[in-house]
C-alpha cells in the first residue's frame, strides 16, 4: 500500500457511570483515533487506548500523538510498500509508545484487510464466530454493587464478573457478590497494583471465594512480589500492566509471577505482537484473555476478532457499547441473550465510525492532518 493521508482526531464520550479503579475515576472516554487513506482508495481506522493521565501506563494520549507525528507516521511514510508488518518490523526501532504504535498498526491493518476482502478475525486465525461476554465492574457503594452486578449478570447476560478492589473495597464486596451470584458464576477481581506483598495474608481471604483469578495485585514492575504472592495464595494471579511485549510475557512466566496473562493490544503494541503473546502463552500452558482499555466500537470490534484465536480461554473485558457509552461511534456492540458478542466477519475491523456522529463538536474535539512529504506523493503520483 502506499499512504495518501493520515488524520489523527481527538474524541470524547461520557461514560454512562463514573469507572472507578484503585488508582483513577474516569467520567469521560478520551481516544485518540487514527485515519489512514491510501493511494489504493482504502480507509482504515484506528484507536489509541491511551489515556488522558498517566495512571495506568507511562503513556498518555499527549505522548503518544507526539510520537505518531514526529517518529512513527514518518518512518512508515518512509517505506517504499507499507503493510501492518512491515510496520511492525520497522517501529521495533522505536523504544516504548505500544499505544501509539499499536493504532497506527491498527489502522493499517483495517486498510489492508479491506483491500483484500479479508476480516481481522480470519487475518489473525481465529476459529470462533462469537466470544463469551465478560464485564469490568468499578468501585462504588454496595448498594449500587448489588443492583448493577444482578443486572450485569441476569439482565444483559454477561458471562463472567470483574470486580475492581483496592484496600477496604476487597473481601465485602467479592464475598457479597460471590452470595448473590450463586457458586457457579464466573467471578475475578483486578487491584490495578493498590496492595502490597504484606498484605498477603489479607489477599489470602479472597482465597474461599474460588475466584478465577487476582489480577495485578502489586506494583507493575514488581515481578518478584507477584512471584512471592503466588507462593501464598490459592487464587492464580494474573498480569496486566506489566506485560509490554511478548518478551516480558515469557519473563513473567518464568518468574513464576503470572500464571495467567491479560493480553491488551493497546499495552503490548499491537494486535500482531498480541498474538504473539497468545501463541507463546499457549505453547507454555498459560492461559490468556482480551483485557479492554474502555474502547469505542472501533477498539472494541477489534478485540473481539483477536478472542476469537484459539487459545483466548478465558472470558475478557468484552462487553457492550452500552456498557460505557450512550452512544458509541460506530454502530453498537452487543451482547446477545446467549451472552456471546457475534465476531466482526466484514473485511477489515468490520466496523466503521458513524461520520455523523463524530461530526459533532462534543464527540469531535479536533483533527489534525499529517503532512505527507512531497516526495511520497510524488512516487505515489509516477506509479
Ligand atoms: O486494569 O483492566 C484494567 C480499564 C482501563 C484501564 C485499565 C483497566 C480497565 C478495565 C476496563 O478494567 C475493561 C474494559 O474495557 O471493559
Ligand atoms: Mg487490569
Known amino acids: 500500500m502506499r499512504i495518501a493521508g493520515i488524520e489523527l482526531r481527538w474524541v470524547r464520550l461520557p461514560l454512562v457511570t463514573p469507572f472507578r479503579t484503585s488508582r483513577y475515576t474516569e467520567e469521560w472516554k478520551y481516544a485518540l483515533l487514527i485515519r489512514v487513506r491510501t493511494e489504493e482508495g482504502a480507509i482504515g481506522w484506528g484507536e489509541c487506548v491511551a489515556m488522558r493521565v498517566d495512571v495506568y501506563s507511562p503513556e498518555t494520549i499527549d505522548d503518544a500523538a507526539r510520537a505518531l507525528r514526529e517518529t512513527l507516521i514518518p518512518m512508515v511514510l518512509e517505506l517504499p ?59 462504588m457503594s454496595e448498594k449500587e454493587l448489588i443492583d448493577t452486578v444482578l443486572r450485569y449478570r441476569f439482565e444483559e447476560h ?38 502490597r ?12 471465594y474460588d475466584l478465577l483469578m487476582i489480577e495485578q495485585p502489586l506494583a507493575a514492575d514488581d515481578l518478584d512480589g507477584h512471584a512471592a504472592l503466588a507462593r501464598k495464595l490459592k487464587t492464580p494471579i494474573c498480569l496486566d500492566e506489566p506485560i509490554t511485549c511478548t518478551a516480558d510475557a515469557i519473563r513473567a512466566i518464568d518468574r513464576g509471577a503470572a500464571a495467567i496473562i491479560n493480553i491488551k493490544p493497546g499495552r503490548v503494541g499491537g494486535y500482531l505482537e498480541a498474538k504473539e503473546i497468545h501463541r507463546v502463552c499457549a505453547a507454555r500452558g498459560v492461559p490468556v484473555w482480551v483485557g479492554g482499555m474502555v474502547e469505542t466500537g472501533l477498539g472494541r470490534a477489534a478485540n473481539v476478532a483477536l478472542a476469537a484465536l484459539p487459545h483466548f480461554t478465558i472470558v475478557g473485558d468484552l462487553s ?28 477489515g475491523i468490520g466496523v466503521e465510525p458513524d461520520m455523523t456522529v463524530l461530526a459533532r463538536p462534543e464527540i469531535t474535539d479536533h483533527v489534525e492532518q499529517i503532512p505527507i512529504p512531497a516526495q511520497v506523493l510524488a512516487v505515489g503520483r509516477a506509479r
Not at 454477561?158 to 467471578?187: C, F, N, T
Not at 504484606?198 to 481471604?205: N, P, S, T, W, Y
Not at 450512550?326 to 466484514?346: A, M
Open 81 to 139: 510498500d507499507v503493510t501492518a508488518e512491515k510496520a511492525k518490523e520497522a517501529l521495533a526501532q522505536v523504544e516504548g509508545h505500544p499505544m501509539a504504535k499499536a493504532a497506527l498498526e491498527m489502522a493499517l491493518l483495517d486498510a489492508q484487510l479491506r483491500l483484500i476482502g479479508r476480516s481481522l478475525a480470519a487475518h489473525l486465525g481465529a476459529v470462533r464466530p462469537a466470544v463469551k461476554a465478560g464485564v469490568s465492574v468499578g468501585i
Open 158 to 195: 454477561y458471562q463472567r464478573i470483574k470486580l475492581k478492589i483496592e484496600p477496604g473495597w476487597d473481601v465485602e464486596p467479592v464475598h457479597l457478590v460471590r452470595e448473590l451470584l450463586g457458586a457457579d458464576a464466573l467471578l475475578q477481581v483486578d487491584g490495578n497494583g493498590a496492595y
Open 197 to 208: 506483598l504484606e498484605d498477603a495474608g489479607h489477599l489470602a481471604e479472597l482465597d474461599r
Open 320 to 347: 457492550a457499547s452500552e456498557r460505557f457509552f450512550t452512544q458509541d461511534i460506530t454502530p453498537p456492540i452487543v451482547v446477545g441473550t446467549d451472552g456471546l458478542i457475534r465476531v466482526p466477519d466484514k473485511p
